[in-house]
């Protein structure tokens, strides 16, 4: 009876062994709490990973956009929308149409959205000291994109990334120094202007102005504001050749589109732009560098619109907690007839 029962009491427990070392010896087996397949083959430790995370979600750039008043804006408007996209960077997009109060609306439906940051090209310079505050008050830091801003604080925006349009002014009025260097003079010049109050009309007519001032046989005869279009370029270049006639021996335009259109005007009048007017300009598109190998323009200063990559560094660099400079200032080139036949099948506007 005693073996009996000794008997009874080993043959469950011996059942239990057999069977655990026929489970833990299973190739499917997993550690106790962790799922099978959720385990380093290689280590037989638990992976790292946590596949029960949910992934970033991305950066929420609003970019309000000044217009469509030329080929240059519309080349900058696409390398934003184009860097974004390969940023992985969510872009809400809102074009102004040359309206600085609907750029307003659109910086406070932008805070109102709570995006993360916000990129400003702005149509003028002047007035924007209280809708920044509003961005700032919102904890939302503010980008300026290609124009300035007049500000009494700075500390309302994080940094301005564009061109320089006081040294593009300079560089077009030593391209007219040279040129003319041996002419005696007076030399006749004409000014075709963009945006009243807009950062480049501003800044391009004071380097150059300041840049001809050097020598008394330069005389500005007269300096529009053409709203940097193709159709006023025409319009006003017609006027001031009625007016003033052979008199212009110079056009300093402030963008491609305005000269552009007063070539057609010029031509109309029965003048050789390039020849019997020099033609000085600004942006560097290749409709103008076309014009530059037919000899109708002389000189383009560079002014580089794909400023998309510039700004989603800018802003990737933000959302890391990085410092940036106040001014980020994008490299430039100046094209004569000399370079524009190499360089016009390379430009991507």
């Known amino acids: 009876m005693y073996f009996r029962g000794k008997a009874l009491f080993w043959l469950p427990l011996c059942l239990l062994i057999v069977l655990f070392g026929c489970e833990s010896n299973h190739p499917d087996s997993a550690p106790a709490g962790v799922a099978r397949g959720e385990y380093d083959r290689d280590e037989g430790s638990p992976d790292s990973s ?5 992934p970033q979600r991305p950066i929420v750039l609003g970019f309000s956009q000044l217009g ?4 240059w804006r519309n080349a900058n408007s696409l390398s934003v929308k184009e860097a974004a996209k390969e940023a992985g960077i969510e872009l809400l997009f809102e074009n102004a149409e040359q309206s600085q109060e609907k750029q307003f609306e659109a910086i406070r439906g932008f805070i109102d959205k ?3 940051l ?3 090209a702005p149509v003028v310079q002047s007035g924007w000291d209280d809708i920044l505050k509003e961005a700032q008050l919102a904890g939302i830091p503010v980008i300026i994109v290609d124009r300035a801003v007049d500000i009494l604080d700075a500390s309302q925006y994080v940094t301005l990334i564009g061109s320089d349009f006081y040294e593009e002014g300079r560089k077009a009025g030593k391209y007219l120094l040279d040129k003319m260097a041996n002419s ?3 030399v006749g010049i004409v000014e075709l202007k963009g945006t009243a109050g807009s950062t480049p009309s501003i800044d391009r007519g004071r380097g150059f102005h300041d840049t001809i001032g050097e020598q008394s046989k330069f005389r500005v005869l007269k300096s529009e504001y053409v709203d940097f279009t193709h159709e006023r370029g025409r319009e006003v270049m017609r006027s001031l050749l009625q007016e003033l006639g052979e008199e212009i021996q110079v056009l300093y335009s402030h963008n491609d589109d305005m000269a552009l259109g ?3 005007a010029i031509e109309e009048y029965g003048l050789r732009p390039g020849k ?8 560097g598109t290749r409709k103008a560098l076309e014009k530059m190998v037919q000899g109708k323009i002389n000189c383009v200063v560079e002014c580089n619109p794909l400023l998309g990559p510039n700004l989603m ?9 990085r410092t940036l400079p106040k001014r980020i200032v994008t490299p430039e080139t100046v094209f004569t007839e000399v370079t524009a036949e190499r360089e016009v099948h390379n430009r991507k506007y």
């Open 114 to 116: 709570k995006v993360d």
């Open 276 to 283: 019997d007017m020099i033609i000085i300009s600004v942006d």
């Open 313 to 321: 560094q800018a802003v990737n660099e933000l959302m890391e907690g």
């Open 50 to 54: 946590d596949e029960s995370i949910a």
């Open 68 to 71: 469509t008043e030329s080929d």
């Open 118 to 120: 916000i990129a400003v």
């Open 184 to 186: 005696p003079g007076p």
């Open 262 to 264: 007063a070539i057609e």
